[in-house]
């Protein structure tokens, strides 16, 4: 069963323009939630956070938005740029449990000049 | 350079055959976690240790284990090899047992 979904396998999005990658969870003991990209040989890196106290989290060109009543965030990219072209992973944790952190399949984003 | 190391970056080995993973962990960090990326699939928990106790395991199978040393380095075993087995294996790192993950860049492990 799996408790974190991203649907869409891959997403290809013209420079400059926005990129939304869709998130989906299906336990409600998720309580934080997480970003990361990967580049080809390297290991996932941490990029924006949001907890559930929160539905909107700003970073730069980054944004993640969180609707808990729909299980479902995202991870708005504006402006999209060709270094942005990685796999993004989605992640939760339940932390009141101290669990480790679940993982979804990820999205490939490519961003074309 | 993430401050988490895994060695060896690349392994290839025959079915039937045991394999040993390393990963240190970030200075100061006592928590490591092992996942394992296969094709088309997301990253899959398979076992965290904190301070060389195990705290939590996820779908590890039999033929696979882990541990972690005093040094805080730790060791993923695998052994009888499967085709199957052919992946990514990520180790990462956190401080406690809380969000926060360093990521090492990974062992691709191809059984042939």
């Known amino acids: 069963d799996q408790q974190v979904k991203q649907n869409s396998p891959s997403l290809s999005v013209q420079e400059g323009r926005i990129s939304i990658l869709n998130c989906d969870y299906t336990?409600?003991?998720?309580?934080?939630f997480l970003w990361y990209k990967k580049y080809p040989a390297e290991g996932p890196t941490f990029l924006i956070s949001?907890?559930?106290?929160?539905d909107k989290n700003e970073d730069g060109r980054f944004t993640v938005f969180l609707n808990k009543s729909a299980k479902h965030l995202s991870l708005h990219i504006v402006p999209s740029q060709p270094g942005d072209s990685a796999v993004y992973f989605c992640?939760?944790?339940?932390?009141?449990?101290?669990?480790?952190?679940?993982f979804g399949k990820g999205t490939r984003l490519s961003v074309i000049a | 350079d993430s401050g988490v190391t895994q060695t060896p970056k690349h392994l290839i080995t025959a079915t039937g055959q045991r394999v040993t993973l390393r990963c240190s962990p970030r200075?100061?960090?006592?928590?490591v976690y092992w996942y394992q990326q296969s094709l088309d699939q997301g990253l899959q928990f398979l076992i965290q240790?904190?301070?060389?106790?195990?705290?939590a395991k996820g779908n590890i199978l039999e033929r696979f284990s882990a541990q972690q040393f005093p040094d805080l380095h730790s060791e993923l075993n695998l052994s009888s090899l499967e085709l199957g087995d052919s992946a990514l294996y990520f180790c990462?790192?956190?401080?406690?047992?809380?969000?926060?993950?360093?990521f090492g860049s990974g062992t691709r492990l191809t059984v042939v």
């Open positions: 990462a790192s956190s401080v406690g047992q809380g969000v926060g993950y360093t």
């Open positions: 240790y904190y301070n060389g106790e195990e705290r």
């Open positions: 949001i907890s559930s106290i929160k």
């Open positions: 992640a939760a944790v339940d932390n009141s449990g101290n669990t480790p952190l679940v």
């Open positions: 200075s100061g960090d006592l928590s």
């Open positions: 336990n409600s003991m998720f309580d934080y």
